[in-house]
């Protein structure tokens, strides 16, 4: 997918990696929307990176068609969606209130399945488009206080794989993005649960996993997009964990559904 000249619509733009992701599809000649809740952040990115700010909180029931309706009215139609936004969550089940669990699964799972829906259609007829879906290696095999996150992560890991199969011949690309903890105050904030943070621990001991650049996770997804290709899997040491994880999805898609790759 050529990114140039491409309307590229950037949700969690003002987290760690979504910063780093603005500034490398500006860098590419993106027509650029950015959106998160914060208009303030939202603002400086936009005026360093010469995107179109759309505050949203993706988690209202109303805010994925809004941001699609601002986005198109100035850049016009959607070419590239990346569904950067999420929220942490971290500790036992029965310790989350209500809102804070239907609030993880809003803005982590209703929110990109309904601006994929949306986006679906003008992309379909026009024969040109790419999904992006930021999931996470919690969403393959999840640490302790994770329960609710890496749920909301594997539901966005099973959608990417149903819709790869959907658009199959339609000129609508997808990548799954399956990635480890990164370097962000994301992350630091996760690590205070203290079941989780020695899980993390034992993981780096074991250098199963290491912390990501968020830099170095931009320019893989960056780079896949313009690509086509479908996963992006950091860091590289906990890839084949993924890719075993997902075998079921490989064996329907070529031996069932009779597609390679």
């Known amino acids: ?60 029931e109303g805010g994925p068609a809004s941001l699609l309706t601002s986005a198109q009215d100035r850049h016009g139609p959607v070419d590239v969606l990346v569904h950067n936004a999420a929220v942490e969550v971290a500790g036992r089940l029965e310790e989350l209130d209500a809102d804070g669990l239907a609030a993880a699964v809003a803005l982590n799972v209703r929110a990109p399945l309904e601006l994929t829906r949306l986006a679906l259609p003008g992309m379909r007829e026009r024969r040109r488009g790419h999904l992006v879906l930021v999931s996470s290696l919690a969403g393959v095999a999840t640490f302790p206080g994770l329960t609710l996150y890496g749920a909301t ?76 290709r479908r996963h992006v899997r950091l860091p590289r040491r906990a890839a084949v964990l993924a890719a075993t994880a997902g075998l079921p999805r490989a064996v329907v898609r070529t031996a069932l559904v009779g597609i390679e790759g």
């Open 153 to 228: 992560k594997a539901a966005l890991t099973q959608a990417a794989a149903g819709l790869s199969l959907d658009l199959r011949g339609s000129g609508v690309g997808t990548t799954l993005v399956e990635i480890g903890p990164v370097s962000s105050t994301m992350m630091s904030r996760v690590r205070d649960h203290p079941p989780t943070a020695a899980a993390f621990t034992r993981a780096a001991r074991l250098r199963v996993l290491r912390d990501l650049d968020p830099d170095e996770v931009a320019g893989a997804v960056v780079a896949a997009v313009e690509a086509n």
């Open 1 to 60: 997918m050529r990114l140039a000249g491409a309307h590229v619509v950037l949700t969690g733009a003002t987290g760690s990696i979504g910063s780093r992701l603005a500034e490398r599809l500006a860098g590419r000649g993106a027509r650029l929307t950015v959106t998160a809740r914060s208009a303030e952040a939202l603002d400086e990115l936009a005026a360093r990176t010469g995107a179109l700010a759309v505050p949203a909180d993706l988690a209202d």
